[in-house]
């Protein structure tokens, strides 16, 4: 199971864990914690979380950061994206896997199913991805934690909806239907090439944090929409039927495994019925 820490494990395989996990939920133990890692007593465990994961961050970087959160918050120097129209690119660094949206609006992950109009709470526009494509990508804690738009377009108004915060790794997904039960934020990105698109942030343990920089005004492709706060998180996205078609790379790639690893601004997927050189 990929990027699963052995404290998530304990958690969520755990009978002692579940119980911790439990009285973590009920009394909102885990706000003590964001507030350790959002003060200066969290700054030594910055570096030594960069080291243990991989983080590239320079010297000069960490002398800059003053807690253990600086460290997920940092600005990093964009890749590349790629800038044909009609090729739909990933809006962060994570794992990505794909789910097709029954007649219901209903998709599949791991043991759970899941009703659009209870992800959203809003039954009117869940009908609109009948039969449509839901992407999901997986933020691990290493990985950076801002993201950015798929296409030009329109960002209408965010909606926030409260819950929890479990994990989303793997894991927590088979034991919880985690995405209808955290505390997320999507909102409707009306772009040129894909669609009117739901795009969901959602939090994760000790992710509270969801910061979007617009709404209900213009964006461009590549451009940051927004960053998450501590650890790791997850974004969906939903797209009308007949809106885009998966590269047949990234479809073979995920018929031999649930998750691929993908880079913010990497091609991922075609417009519907589009061809590009």
């Not at 699963?4 to 133990?29: A, D, W």
């Not at 088979?174 to 039960?181: D, H």
């Not at 090439?193 to 910061?211: R, T």
């Not at 974004?235 to 007949?242: A, V």
Request: aromatic residues 10%.
């Amino acid at each position: 199971m990929k990027n699963t820490s052995g404290g998530v494990k304990f958690l969520y395989k755990n009978v002692f864990g579940r119980i911790i996990l439990k009285t973590v939920m009920v009394l909102h133990l885990d706000k003590i914690a964001v507030l350790f890692l959002r003060s200066p007593l969290s700054k030594p465990m910055a570096k030594r979380y960069a080291k243990k994961n991989g983080i590239v961050v320079t010297p000069e970087e960490m002398k800059k950061f003053r807690t253990y959160r600086d460290l997920f918050v940092r600005i990093r120097k964009p890749g590349p994206t790629d800038t044909i129209p009609d090729h739909l690119v990933s809006p962060c660094d994570g794992w990505l896997s794909a789910f097709p949206i029954d007649e219901k609006s209903t998709f599949a992950l791991k043991n759970s199913y899941y009703q659009l109009k209870d992800f959203l709470q809003d039954e009117e526009l869940a009908k609109n991805y009948h039969n449509g494509t839901c992407l999901i990508f997986r933020l691990c804690a290493s990985d950076y934690h801002h993201y950015s738009y798929i296409d030009n377009g329109y960002h209408g108004k965010n909606h926030k909806i409260p819950g929890v915060l479990h994990s989303v790794q793997p894991i927590a997904c088979e034991k919880y239907p985690v995405f209808v039960l955290n505390k997320r934020s999507w909102c409707l990105l009306e772009t040129e090439n894909f669609g009117p698109v739901v795009q969901c942030e959602i939090g994760a343990l000790i992710v509270g944090g969801i910061e979007n920089e617009k709404e209900c005004e213009k964006f461009v492709k590549g451009e940051e929409k927004g960053h998450f706060e501590l650890a790791g998180s997850t974004i969906i996205l939903l797209f009308e039927e007949e809106q885009i078609d998966l590269k047949p790379e990234v479809i073979k790639q995920l018929s031999e495994s649930e998750e691929i690893r993908v880079l913010q601004g990497e091609w991922i997927a075609n417009a519907k019925n589009k061809k590009s050189a």
